[in-house]
């Protein structure tokens, strides 16, 4: 494998184990991000340190979000594969910073993709997000499903760039593969996610607030199930199998979306429960009413993911929960 892959957003947790995978999966891999303060820094750079050092990997700190720079680095080497992954996440956060939402996931996308035009990328993967099933309350969420009403700023910005990558791959033919994950975990994780300030929170003693009185079930995919699954959507990557299903809307654009998620719904109260067994701790719990933005229960329908790579995400909780606390306690000391 000499192929060249782009992955924005490297510095992040799911771009830093991607990053991870391509290598160890023989890519040349080059990594952007803007390494913003939205969480962490330091748990930034600490990812970033794990892959620097490694010859087929190279890293630039460039901000999505700004046209010259991202025309520089498409005027550069050829990508035969750009994975989009960088984007301010965070449903609730976007009640606060609405602005940056746009930049990074509007804007700095459209740069993406005018740069995959102007390469004439053979394949791009794009983030997408659960939260765009929004006020949709059919479960499990199917891809065919309609998802014209976003519950929030971040989700309406993942549907936004779902939509823009439609129009890119419909005029310019650029082959495109939307992913909705479905709330991902696991070590190397995000400090804002609730399963990681509740293992915070339950080691020092502090109540953990739990919204809608704990009647909230997420579908929580463990990190490399994620990785896997994109992996195999990537054309020519080892054991990749993707075969181009039919686009939903019915257009002749090479545009496909996938769930990639877990599955198997758990119910907040169940999820503490668990954690609570793999820190060997008891939580003191806040119970507080349901949040602006906030929706009751994702699930996702992954049979045209496993028709179509022969994979679906299937780590027990348990299992996944145990890594990211060992991690955990290995990194905080
Ligand atoms: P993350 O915040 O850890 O990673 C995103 C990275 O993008 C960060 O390192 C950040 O510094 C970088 N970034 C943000 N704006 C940028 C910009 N303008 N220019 C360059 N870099 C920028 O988040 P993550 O959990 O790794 O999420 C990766 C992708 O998956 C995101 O698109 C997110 O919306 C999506 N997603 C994540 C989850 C989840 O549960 N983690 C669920 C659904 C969707």
Same mark, same amino acid.
């Given at each position: 494998m000499d192929g060249r892959v782009l992955v924005t957003g490297a510095a992040g947790f799911i771009g830093f184990h991607m990053v991870r995978r391509l290598l160890a999966d023989g890519w040349i891999v080059s990594g952007i991000d803007n390494l913003n303060d939205y969480y962490d820094p330091g748990l930034k750079r600490d990812r970033l340190a794990q892959l620097e050092? /490694? *010859? $087929?990997f190279q890293f630039q700190p460039l901000d999505l979000a700004n046209r010259e720079t991202m025309q520089t680095l498409f005027a550069g080497p050829h990508f035969d594969v750009v994975i989009n992954l960088a984007a301010q996440a965070g449903v609730r956060h976007s009640l606060e910073a609405p602005h940056s939402y746009v930049d990074s996931n509007v804007v700095g996308f459209l740069n993406v993709l005018e740069g995959c035009r102007a390469q004439g990328v053979s394949h791009l993967l794009f983030a997408s997000s659960s939260s765009v099933y929004g006020a949709n309350n059919r479960l499990p969420y199917s891809v065919h499903d309609p998802v014209d009403h976003p519950l929030s700023l971040y989700a309406a910005t993942k549907r936004a760039g779902e939509l823009m990558a439609h129009s890119y791959a419909h005029l310019y033919g650029i082959p495109s593969t939307g992913l909705r994950f479905f709330t991902v975990y696991g070590p190397w994780g995000r400090p804002d996610m609730a399963y990681f300030s509740f293992t915070q929170k339950i080691l020092t003693g502090q109540p953990i607030p739990v919204f809608n009185h704990g009647q909230m079930q997420r579908d929580f995919t463990y990190i490399d199930d994620i990785i896997e699954g994109v992996t195999r959507l990537?054309? /020519? $990557? *080892?054991g990749a199998q993707n075969t181009?299903?039919?686009d939903p809307a019915s257009s002749a654009a090479p545009f496909c979306i996938h769930n990639i998620g877990n599955h198997t719904p758990i119910a907040l109260t169940d999820f503490i429960h668990t954690l609570e067994g793999c820190l060997g701790k008891s939580a003191q719990i806040e119970w507080l009413p349901m949040q602006d933005g906030d929706v009751v229960a994702t699930y996702a329908d992954v049979s045209p993911l496993q028709q179509s790579v022969g994979f679906a995400p299937d780590t027990p909780l348990h299992k996944g929960l145990q890594h990211f606390v060992n991690w955990y306690r290995q990194y905080y000391g």
């Open positions: 050092g /490694h *010859p $087929a990537i054309p /020519h $990557a *080892p181009w299903p039919e």
